[in-house]
């Protein structure tokens, strides 16, 4: 198994920045099979969306309406995955969750943190 515990969510005034954190564990032989690292959100009334993806030769991706003003990043050694947000914007309040997938096929969920935006 894999486990994923996300951290650093909060309430922040819009233009401000919050640094989310998901911590990464499991056994080793699961960990070493982990292939693409993932940011999604989920706001009210909306639907879950992916924001960021990082995959083993360190391709990102972002979801439009973040570019520029997000920044995924991976600390392997630590086993740590990053959201960096900066700008933030009153549409950024959702719950954030992060995601991995594998080489064997399965993918592995956190829990989410709440970011909440305001004006």
């Known amino acids: 198994q894999v486990q994923l515990v996300e951290s650093g969510g909060g309430l922040v005034q819009a233009g401000g920045s919050l640094r989310l954190s998901c911590a990464i564990s499991g056994s080793t032989l699961s960990l070493n099979y982990i292939t693409e690292r993932v940011w999604y959100r989920q706001a009210p009334g909306k639907e879950r969306e992916l924001v960021a993806r990082i995959n083993r030769g360190n391709g990102i991706d972002y979801v439009d309406s973040v570019k520029g003003r997000f920044t995924i990043s991976r600390d392997i050694a630590n086993k740590m995955l990053y959201l960096q947000m900066n700008s933030v914007k009153p549409e950024d309040t959702a719950v954030y969750y992060c995601?991995?997938?594998?080489?064997?096929?399965?993918?592995?969920w956190g829990q989410g943190t709440q970011v909440t935006v305001s004006s």
């Open positions: 995601f991995v997938t594998t080489t064997y096929g399965r993918g592995f």
